[in-house]
């Protein structure tokens, strides 16, 4: 049950502070303290040992990382088989061309975000169109991805970054006379 304690005011508004009964009216929950048992018990706490990286299976072998990712490439495209051919061309193509030469060498896990994103912004300065780093960088993504559901390492460095932006293309019809000039080229249908 509430009740109002006329002696201690609130400083902000200058009203009567209403306490519970039983409490005084200074007392207050310390920051990250819970109201309830249940949810102090599943809370973790710094030093709880069933919230380690081990335990909740955030921990990778840092050894496993040290595979370079030209080595990783070859596991990986050995190992997809949900790839269509086209696709599969594609993305080789992509990795021998532009993604091998700039990370073939580096360790998977020694990938970082900013090296991503200056890979991007030298690909763009070289002339590159925006859809086709845009295409390089999803490569190189799924790449990583396939290496995290792999336990080779923590986490992907793509994430943390944004590809370039794809500009938007109007699309074009062609109107009645222009169906009639095709047509009449192509008078042999």
Not at 92 to 112: A, N
């Amino acid at each position: 049950m509430a009740s109002i304690d006329p002696t201690r005011r609130d400083p902000v508004t200058g009203k009567p502070r209403v306490t519970r009964a039983g409490r005084p009216a200074t007392a207050t929950r310390t920051t990250g303290s819970a109201r309830r048992r249940s949810t102090a018990k599943s809370t973790p706490s710094d030093f709880s040992p069933r919230w380690s990286p081990t335990h909740i299976g955030a921990w990778v072998d840092p050894e496993h990382g040290r595979i370079t990712l030209a080595a990783w490439t070859k596991d990986y495209l050995a190992t997809t088989i949900d790839l269509r051919p086209t696709t599969r061309e594609t993305g080789e193509r992509d990795l021998t061309r532009f993604v091998l030469p700039r990370f073939g060498s580096t360790p998977i896990s020694r990938t970082t975000a900013v090296e991503v994103r200056t890979w991007l912004a030298d690909e763009l300065a070289a002339g590159i169109a925006p859809s086709s780093a845009h295409r390089h960088y999803r490569t190189l993504r799924r790449v990583l991805q396939v290496a995290v559901e792999s336990d080779l390492m923590a986490k992907n460095p793509c994430a943390a970054v944004k590809p370039p932006r794809i500009p938007p293309t109007e699309m074009r019809f062609l109107t009645a006379d222009d169906v009639t000039a095709l047509a009449d080229t192509h008078s042999d249908w």
